[in-house]
Nanobody, 120 residues
Framework: EVHVAESGGGSVQVGGSLQLSCSAS?????MAWFRQTPGKEREAVAS????????FYGDSMKGRVTIALDNGKNKGYLNLFRLKPEDTAMYYC????????????????WGQGTQVTVSS
């Protein structure tokens, strides 16, 4: 089982930036970030293969987000840019052996989430 833990959330003003971190120990071929607000389904933000081969971005933040992975430290990073109030959500990191990198159903291991709040 993969143990996953996020950090780095917080409050930021509109237009600001934020970096989230994810520590994931254990075996997995992909790390991903999803976000969720009350009453809505979890949506994909970004994912990255651990063995290289690229990153994937969901429609929700495409162009305003980058994902990176430090395999040596078992740590991933999600960089959020030009944040908007609608980006306010709980952001979750997930890791696992998957075939569809942006599908939340594929991931077995999840962190507790980190809150991002964007205010004007």
């Amino acid at each position: 089982e993969v143990h996953v833990a996020e950090s780095g959330g917080g409050s930021v003003q509109v237009g600001g930036s934020l970096q989230l971190s994810c520590s994931a120990s254990g075996g997995y071929n992909c790390m991903a970030w999803f976000r969720q607000t009350p009453g809505k389904e979890r949506e994909a933000v970004a994912s990255i293969w651990t063995g290289g081969g690229g990153e994937f971005y969901g429609d929700s933040m495409k162009g305003r987000v980058t994902i990176a992975l430090d395999n040596g430290k078992n740590k991933g990073y999600l960089n959020l840019f030009r944040l908007k109030p609608e980006d306010t959500a709980m952001y979750y990191c997930a890791a696992g052996y998957v075939t569809r990198p942006l599908s939340p159903d594929e991931y077995k291991s999840w962190g507790q989430g980190t809150q991002v709040t964007v205010s004007s």
